[in-house]
C-alpha cells in the first residue's frame, strides 16, 4: 500500500509561483511513476504532468501548462514535485497526487493510489 500526502497549495496572486510536494510512504517509491491532476469546481479530473520512475528523465505535460510547470522526484526523499509558475486564475484547483508501476497508465489517469489533494487558488 502507497499512501500519498500533499501539500504546498494556498492562495497566490495571478503571476505569482507555487511548489506543490508529494510525499510517499513504503521503500518502493523509486519504482513508482508519478503524477499529478487537478479539478477545479464543477469541471472533470484532468492530468497535468507525470515523470517516469527511477531516474525520472521521462515527463510529460498537458498543454496548458507546458513551458509554466515543472515535474521533478527526489528519490532520496520519496518525494515528487510540482513547480507552478506563471500561475492564472484558471489554475485554481484542487491538485492531486497519483502513483502507479506503469508510466502510461498515470498519464492516463488509470493509476492505483492517489493523494487526497491540495487547494491552488490564483487570484487575478
Known amino acids: 500500500q502507497v499512501q500519498l500526502v500533499e501539500s504546498g497549495g494556498g492562495l497566490v496572486r495571478a503571476g505569482g509561483s507555487l511548489r506543490l510536494s508529494c510525499t510517499t510512504s513504503g521503500r518502493t517509491f523509486n519504482s513508482y511513476a508519478m503524477g499529478w491532476f487537478r479539478q477545479a469546481p464543477g469541471k472533470e479530473r484532468e492530468f497535468i504532468a507525470a515523470v517516469i520512475s527511477w531516474s525520472g528523465g521521462m515527463t510529460d505535460y498537458a498543454d496548458s501548462v507546458k513551458g509554466r510547470f515543472t515535474i521533478s522526484r527526489d528519490n532520496a526523499k520519496n518525494t515528487v514535485y510540482l513547480q507552478m509558475n506563471s500561475l492564472k486564475p484558471e489554475d485554481t484547483a484542487v491538485y492531486y497526487c497519483?502513483?502507479?508501476?506503469?508510466?502510461?497508465?498515470?498519464?492516463?489517469?488509470?493509476?492505483?493510489?492517489w493523494g487526497k489533494g491540495t487547494l491552488v487558488t490564483v487570484s487575478s
Open positions: 497519483a502513483a502507479d508501476k506503469i508510466y502510461s497508465a498515470v498519464v492516463a489517469g488509470r493509476v492505483d493510489y
